[in-house]
């Protein structure tokens, strides 16, 4: 069951409420997404994409410029900086108090996000692994941290993937980063299993049979599963054709205590909260309902 108590991150001194979970709306711009329909590759497209992620109920957009699909290519540090300063130059005209999150591994890519445009968090898929000042640029940086589990990097994290035992592996790892990261003195942690990051699909949907498990944890948790191969591997269909069960996947996180989803399609998502919360007996504004038949 998810913990109905108020739970906050302050993002450059907002409150953000997790009281009921929040959809997080994935912008890309990157040219080579695993998901083709999320690549935003004009200024038009990012700026529309923007909209719709707020106009469907969005609480946090991800911008990112660095494919992190299995196998993709490497991209420079130049690179990643050019586009994201194109892309959140747009985000901050379409939509300035947008909550904004940044997706990098790269301590100096984060501080520019934060610096010249205001971003509000930093989700970092390889926990500090990739680069060894981003612990300490966040302290500096003052903003909450998604501490994410990878196993491997991006070109390799899919090769062979193994564990002694998934569920305490990651949360091994993840209360091992925690630690360093309040050592370090970052105060507002979030963290992510990082499924489909150097895991089996039998790996993932252990994970997600035991995502109660990561409240031991005491942060926030994010889940990631929307649109991924641990659906449309084992439906034998298609990045494209996997709403369903990405849908099915939330409402899943959602009865097992997640606090964010990342999200391709915000609609689906936000309804998909609105229905669990519900059924869970607190309406979406955290009053207390009583239900007849």
């Given at each position: 069951m998810?913990?109905?108590s108020?739970r906050y991150?302050?993002a450059n001194g907002?409150?953000?409420?997790l009281?009921?979970?929040?959809?997080?709306?994935?912008?890309?711009?990157?040219?080579?997404s695993?998901?083709?329909a999320?690549r935003m590759?004009?200024?038009?497209?990012?700026?529309?994409?923007v909209r719709?992620?707020?106009d469907e109920?969005?609480?946090i957009i991800?911008?990112g410029?660095?494919?992190?699909r299995?196998g993709?290519?490497d991209?420079?540090?130049?690179?990643?900086m050019?586009?994201?300063?194109?892309g959140l130059?747009i985000v901050?005209?379409?939509c300035?108090?947008?909550?904004l999150s940044?997706?990098t591994f790269r301590a100096d890519v984060?501080r520019?996000c934060?610096?010249?445009?205001?971003v509000?968090?930093?989700?970092?898929?390889s926990a500090g692994?990739l680069?060894?000042?981003?612990?300490?640029?966040?302290a500096r940086?003052?903003v909450?941290y998604v501490?994410?589990?990878?196993?491997g990097t991006p070109?390799?994290?899919q090769?062979a993937p193994?564990?002694v035992?998934p569920?305490?592996d990651?949360?091994?790892f993840?209360?091992?980063?925690?630690q360093?990261l309040?050592?370090?003195?970052v105060?507002?942690?979030i963290?992510d299993?990082?499924f489909?990051?150097?895991?089996?699909?039998e790996?993932?949907?252990?994970?997600?049979?035991?995502?109660?498990?990561?409240?031991r944890?005491?942060?926030p948790?994010?889940?990631?599963?929307?649109?991924?191969s641990m659906i449309y591997?084992?439906?034998g269909?298609?990045p494209?054709?996997?709403?369903n069960g990405t849908?099915?996947l939330?409402?899943?996180?959602?009865?097992h205590g997640a606090?964010i989803?990342?999200?391709?399609?915000?609609?689906?998502?936000?309804?998909?909260?609105?229905?669990?919360s519900l059924?869970?007996?607190?309406?979406?504004?955290?009053a207390?309902?009583?239900?007849h038949?």
């Amino acid at each position: 069951m998810h913990n109905t108590s108020s739970r906050y991150i302050n993002a450059n001194g907002r409150l953000i409420d997790l009281s009921t979970p929040l959809i997080m709306g994935i912008l890309n711009l990157t040219p080579d997404s695993f998901y083709a329909a999320s690549r935003m590759q004009t200024d038009d497209s990012i700026a529309l994409r923007v909209r719709q992620i707020v106009d469907e109920g969005g609480g946090i957009i991800d911008v990112g410029a660095y494919s992190s699909r299995p196998g993709a290519a490497d991209v420079s540090p130049s690179e990643e900086m050019s586009r994201l300063r194109r892309g959140l130059s747009i985000v901050r005209r379409v939509c300035p108090e947008a909550v904004l999150s940044v997706d990098t591994f790269r301590a100096d890519v984060a501080r520019m996000c934060v610096e010249e445009f205001g971003v509000d968090i930093v989700n970092d898929i390889s926990a500090g692994a990739l680069d060894a000042d981003m612990f300490a640029t966040v302290a500096r940086l003052g903003v909450p941290y998604v501490l994410m589990h990878m196993q491997g990097t991006p070109q390799t994290m899919q090769a062979a993937p193994t564990y002694v035992d998934p569920v305490c592996d990651v949360l091994q790892f993840l209360a091992t980063k925690l630690q360093q990261l309040r050592e370090a003195g970052v105060c507002d942690i979030i963290v992510d299993p990082g499924f489909g990051f150097g895991k089996t699909l039998e790996d993932n949907y252990r994970l997600l049979a035991c995502l109660d498990d990561f409240r031991r944890l005491d942060a926030p948790l994010l889940v990631g599963v929307s649109r991924k191969s641990m659906i449309y591997k084992l439906l034998g269909c298609t990045p494209e054709e996997s709403l369903n069960g990405t849908t099915v996947l939330h409402t899943l996180s959602l009865c097992h205590g997640a606090d964010i989803l990342r999200v391709h399609d915000v609609r689906p998502a936000v309804e998909t909260v609105k229905i669990v919360s519900l059924y869970r007996g607190v309406s979406p504004e955290g009053a207390a309902v009583t239900l007849h038949n």
